[in-house]
């Protein structure tokens, strides 16, 4: 294809001019677009904090959280209690009586396990009550949040308050937080 490598120079140099207007004139228009958005931030947690349904929401789970403790503590004291049985009693047992406590002792603690996993651990019933609980309010707060950034022109809306926030500067005049707040309470 290239005769000499001359051509093949020129040939390369223009590719790569051509290349880099092209990136250049793209970028610039990406910039132009950009200024036509507006970008806020809203505190999530504290408009969650602020909705009454979140409150009335965070009591029944503590209250079923609680419960839930107060009857894996009831397991617990009864399989230290049994341990605590075996280990005063266990010099004057004969080996069969000893095999059948043990079996017992582990059984008592297989079942503490899995209610704790099953109620209290991840994935466990508390965690999924949480959910069910908080879904509705948090689709309430995103639906004030979309009607918020819409009547104040927003084209994004960023949240400062998650874990791994994204927001490492950001304007007070562009803090949507007391607006939602004002739009949930309309």
Same mark, same amino acid.
């Given at each position: ?16 001019? +051509? ?7 793209? +970028? *610039? !228009? ?10 806020? $931030? =809203? ?12 409150? *009335? ?6 209250? !079923? ?13 009864? $399989? ?5 049985? $075996?280990?005063?009693?266990? +010099? ?10 043990? @079996?017992? %002792?582990?059984?008592?603690?297989? =079942? ?10 991840? *994935? ?6 949480? +959910?069910?609980?908080?879904?509705? %309010?948090?689709?309430?707060? %995103? *639906? ?9 022109? /927003? ?7 998650? %874990?791994?926030? !994204?927001?490492? /500067?950001?304007?007070? @005049? ?13």
């Amino acid at each position: 294809m290239f005769y000499n490598k001359e051509t093949q120079k020129s040939f390369l140099k223009g590719t790569f001019v +051509a290349s880099f207007l092209g990136l250049f004139l793209l +970028a *610039g !228009t990406a910039f132009v677009k950009q200024d036509d958005q507006r970008i806020g $931030y =809203v505190d999530s947690e504290k408009i969650m904090q602020q909705m009454p349904e979140a409150k *009335g929401a965070e009591a029944e789970l503590q209250k !079923t959280a609680q419960r839930w403790e107060v009857e894996f503590s009831q397991l617990k004291k009864e $399989y230290e209690d049994l341990l605590s049985d $075996y280990d005063r009693k266990q +010099a004057t047992m004969t080996a069969s009586a000893k095999e059948q406590k043990e @079996k017992e %002792i582990i059984q008592k603690q297989q =079942v503490l396990q899995e209610y704790q996993q099953k109620k209290l651990g991840r *994935g466990g019933e508390l965690e999924r009550k949480q +959910a069910e609980l908080l879904k509705p %309010i948090r689709e309430k707060a %995103i *639906g004030a949040i979309e009607r918020t950034a819409k009547k104040h022109g /927003y084209t994004m809306v960023l949240d400062k308050s998650s %874990i791994v926030s !994204t927001v490492l /500067y950001a304007d007070k @005049k562009d803090d949507l937080t007391f607006k939602v707040l004002d739009e949930l309470n309309k």
